[in-house]
């Protein structure tokens, strides 16, 4: 390929890639799948990498990270980055209202009220449309360029938007008006799922586990080396700006719209209000749906929407007096620590688990909580009869957050791990670097229960009815040794089992059979490979289409994959040259598993669809079909070959349209081709 071609490729791409972007992380609702946003993307660092000149700072492939720093640079921030004072009742919400109104002198305020994220604020500095710092809030003057971590975030915008010209395909259809510069405020989060995936992965591999979302969002941006940020799950929310250069914005709500425009993610709660009364039902409202959100919040912000006002009533100290935070009371109760209690995992690991005096802790019943690790044990000081401070926050397991000292008496006693296993006797190690403490044994019946569980829960196979007790018996009666066996159960065998009669053993059977056809992406994931978890199974799924192919994948095509490092590369290696693993995968076989490939046309209207453009088109340019085709799953072909299922004729065609015609292919102008689009997308 030649310089000219590749520049425009590289840019076609960049735009099919910003695309995608922006139906994944602002609309939730991809076109493509993993594997082809992949292809995408290798393609792009592959044109970069031969012609280097042409990279740029605002391309997607500067998301990966960058070698360590040895420190951050401090970075002044144009306009300071304020706080904001915080009403802790409805009475000083009341006043902060009256307080406004008396200094606007006018009774009329329109408010606009948001929740109030709990992650880390950040500033994001586009010069000219392209991102050239971010940074965190510091003291509010000057913060930390954080700027390669920044960019590792796909919900970050590497420059904003010339053009409306979504998709990629369509006519631009008018421009946006980009300032010379602009600082764009918004907080930094990591949501709840991908914080407890996030913990549960730290804890597998023995690390230290992070607190909660807010702490694991700080720590992955305050990272030296970008890539490890880039492996993090980090989402950004756009709430302000700060300096703004070449646009004169009048309102706050105006300003969100524009960013939101821009394809920031905009908090979608966000509202506005004409009366106090009616920002206090706002509070009240979100205060109730709080724990159902994707991500936590600590209160709402009610912030003056008119910025003639906001310019009017100006900050005290470091806060504007034209805003104000009301925070929610914490989740968060005491109780009494009756024992700690140690369960073994699928992978040998022991986990500490504290049994609780049961308590209420925001409208659930909490009676353990686990404590993950003995280091965690000793970095808190948990003893066994302390009271202690216990929260949950929405889907997050209970934890123990804190120790009331002052409330020991000194009969509470020191938790040591044990020596041996609980369940099998088998010895317990600690292996140098881990936190973790295993059994060493694998074929612990522990091990094996949780290993079922596992094969069977919700996200794997989906046996309904197969939960932790009937597992249990299963495997302390003999009659499963491995997840195969499942398939091999008999109503004979079952009904001699606890509370397993007729209906039940029938039901049981029938569950199990009806899940011998899982997605080949469940299948890899119910193995239960370490480190692999939904998200690489269904990479390793798309990869590989079956699993006799990622049986035999090797070092170098695993390392290949996104998000597949060596760590797990080597784990998925090793797996599948364990001969017992293989046994237990073709016994699964042998009883009648048979994975069905992942319907990728979920994602990709266009998947299996080879088009050939021919004629001078009016809506596009021949390089935008291709990216419109491609972009959808569709393959795009210079020649009309026996493949080819659809030629779209544009003005002046030429033999093309001869031979089509002659093979019979369908054969549609450039409305029919955007008719048919719509009708495959709708079909999915
Ligand atoms: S506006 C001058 N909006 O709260 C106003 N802040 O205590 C500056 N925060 O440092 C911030 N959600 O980290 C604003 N919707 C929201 C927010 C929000 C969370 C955080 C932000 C800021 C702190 C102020």
Redesign the pocket.
Known sequence: MNHDDAEKRINQLRRIISYHNALYYQQDAPEITDAQYDQFFRELSDLEAQFPELATPDSPTQRVGAPPLEKFSPVTHLIP??????AFSDDELLQFDARCRRALETEKIIYTV????????VSLLYENGRLRTGST?GD?LVGEDVTLNIKTIPSVLLSLPQRKNFPPGAIASGSFHIPDRIEI???VCMERAAFEKLNRRRSERGEALFANPRNAAAGSLRQLDSRITAKRPLTF?A??VGVVEGAVFQTHSEILQTLSEWGFQV?PL?RQRVTIAECLDYYHHINGIREDLPYE?????V?IDDLAYQQRLG?VSR??R??I?CKFAPIQEQTVIEDIVVQIGRTGVLTPVAVLRPVHVAGARVSRATLHNEDEIIRKDIRIGDTVVVQRAGDVIPEVVSVVKELRNGTETVFRMPETCPECGARIVRLEGEVASRCVNLSCPAQLRGHICHFASREALDIEGLGDKLVSQLVSTGLIHDPADLFYLTKDKLIGLERMAEKSSANLLEAIQKSKTPSLSRLIFALGIRHVGESTARLLADEYGSMDRLMKADMTSLLEIRDVGPEVASSIYKFFREPANISVIEKLFRAGVSPVQNTKERAAPLLGKHFVFTGTLNRMTRNDAKSLVESLGGTFESSVTKQTDYVVAGQATGSKMEKARQAGIPILDEEAFFSLVEKMKSKL
Do not use: H, Q
């Open positions: 980055m304020l706080s904001l004072a915080n948001e929740p109030k994220l709990d992650g880390l604020a809030r509010g405020r918004g907080e929310f709430y302000a908090n966000i919040i600590d209160g709402i912000v912030k900050n806060s504007p034209w805003a935070a």
